[in-house]
Structures are given as structure tokens and as C-alpha cells.
């Protein structure tokens, strides 16, 4: 079972002075100084009630496309019950979901104001979520994140990384999925950008490519989209695109016809 620590939304909740909190590791686990921003009191009472809907949902946590995922990764259920997730508040949009590292552990942080008011909602689940940020922590352990990665190779990680992760949790049924003629622009348009992006030399624009290839509003994800699109596509060779890992794997995805 997934461990959950909500001391920080807690204190949000009770009313603390967010000093009390604002000097946590995970506002600076970043590099980019520290990230916290005051959050708004007015937001405590439907954060309150995000906060007990999102624990309930973990503690009954069952994985997208649960086979397909197991066989992918069969320390799937080990890395899950090994992760804590922190339920917090006082990062800036966009830092809503994200994985973090401190002190040779990782954690998934969940910022309940990023969540959104629409969380709240019915049909919202944080399964789909949870299985996207464990794909990442499973991946990480066959397939480190390289350091001190030049450029070619950050795309190749990028797009074999969070292909896999936002694939894997897409639909709901990804044999059931249909690559149909929406899909196929959207991985046209984000293949084209992909290989533009390929063949920069500046390296200015190489530094804007390689924050926007992850980054940004979620179809303009180019190397995330034409990665999640390429694997969808192949769904019948996942397991062997999987296992012959990230090197060259945005040639993989430039050479393929649509």
C-alpha cells in the first residue's frame, strides 16, 4: 500500500503560518531556487475535501491497464508500496504532480491547489496519475535518468520516458484504443516538431527545446506526444520497444510512416 504524508496540507488546513512549512526540501528540490508561494486560505475548505477524496482513492489505488503494466514492469506492486506520496500546498502553476529525489529516495508531491477545484468532480480519479508517476519510478530503475545528458540524448530519454508513462495511462483500455484520424494529426504535428527540434544546432534553442519537449500545454508536449502516440500506434511491439530501451529511440519515432 502507498504511504501517504499530508503534514504540510494539514497544517495549510489548521490554519499554521506557512513558515511553519515553506522551508521544506520539496520547494527547492528543483534547482531554481525556492518555488513557494503563499497559498490562499480562501481555499481550505474544498482543499480539505480534495485532500480526503485523494486519500481515499490511494488507499484503494488499482493501476491503469494493471496486466500490460505488471508485465512491463513486474516490480511494479514492490516500487508502490516503497513510495510515499506528500499531499501539500505553496507551489505556483504548473507544479501539480511531479517526482522528486531527496537524499537517495523519491517521492510522488501532489499540490492539491494545482489539482484544481475540478478534482472534486464525480468521474476524477488520481489512478490514471499514480500509474504515470509509478511508470516513471519503475522505468528509472532498468533505464536511469542520464547525467550530464547531452542534447540528443535528453530527447531520446525524454520521449522513450514519458511515452511509456503517458501510454500506458491514455486510455483506459489501451487494447481497446483506436489510432484514428484526430491521433494521427496530433502525432504528425508533434513528429514535425520533434525533428525540427532534432536538428537544431543553436543551443539556445537547443536549452528551449529540451524544457518545452516535456513542458507546456499538454498536446504541445512534442516529444511526450510523439512518443505516447508512436508506442499507442505499435501496441503490438510495446514489450520490444521497451526492452531495446531509449538510445535512438526519437529516430525511431522520426522514421515512422503514419
Not at 500490460?68 to 513486474?74: A, D, I, N, R, T
Not at 537517495?104 to 489512478?127: A, K, N, P, W
Not at 496519475?129 to 535528453?154: A, D, G, Q, R, W
Request: proline fraction near 3%.
Amino acid at each position: 500500500m502507498l504511504i501517504i504524508d499530508d503534514t504540510i496540507v494539514k497544517k495549510y488546513l489548521s490554519g499554521q503560518s506557512p513558515e511553519s512549512y515553506s522551508d521544506c526540501w520539496i520547494y527547492y528540490a528543483f534547482d531554481r531556487g525556492c518555488l513557494f508561494e503563499t497559498p490562499n486560505s480562501s481555499n481550505c475548505e474544498w482543499v480539505a475535501e480534495l485532500c480526503g477524496k485523494l486519500k481515499s482513492q490511494i488507499n484503494s489505488f488499482i493501476p491503469r491497464n494493471y496486466d500490460l503494466v505488471k508485465k512491463l514492469f513486474p516490480c511494479f506492486d514492490d516500487v508502490a508500496n516503497e513510495y510515499t506520496i506528500m499531499l501539500v500546498v505553496g507551489f505556483p502553476d504548473p507544479y501539480d504532480a511531479m517526482v522528486m529525489s531527496h537524499n537517495g529516495t523519491e517521492y510522488m508531491v501532489f499540490d492539491l491547489i494545482q489539482f484544481g477545484r475540478d478534482s472534486l468532480e464525480e468521474d476524477y480519479s488520481c489512478h490514471r496519475v499514480l500509474t504515470h508517476e509509478l511508470i516513471h519510478m519503475c522505468l528509472h530503475k532498468k533505464y536511469p535518468v542520464p547525467e550530464n545528458s547531452l542534447y540528443h540524448e535528453i530527447l531520446d530519454y525524454t520521449a522513450f520516458d514519458e511515452g511509456f508513462a503517458h501510454a500506458l495511462t491514455y486510455p483506459e483500455n489501451i487494447y481497446n484504443f483506436q489510432f484514428d484520424d484526430c491521433h494521427k494529426i496530433k502525432y504528425g504535428k508533434a513528429k514535425d516538431k520533434l525533428k525540427i527540434a532534432w536538428e537544431e544546432t543553436d543551443t539556445k534553442k537547443q536549452k528551449e527545446y529540451s524544457v518545452s519537449a516535456d513542458t507546456g500545454d499538454y498536446w504541445e508536449k512534442f516529444a511526450s506526444i510523439s512518443g505516447k502516440l508512436y508506442l499507442l500506434k505499435n501496441i503490438d511491439n510495446i514489450y520490444e520497444i521497451y526492452n531495446n530501451g531509449w538510445n535512438g529511440f526519437v529516430n525511431k519515432i522520426i522514421n515512422d510512416i503514419n
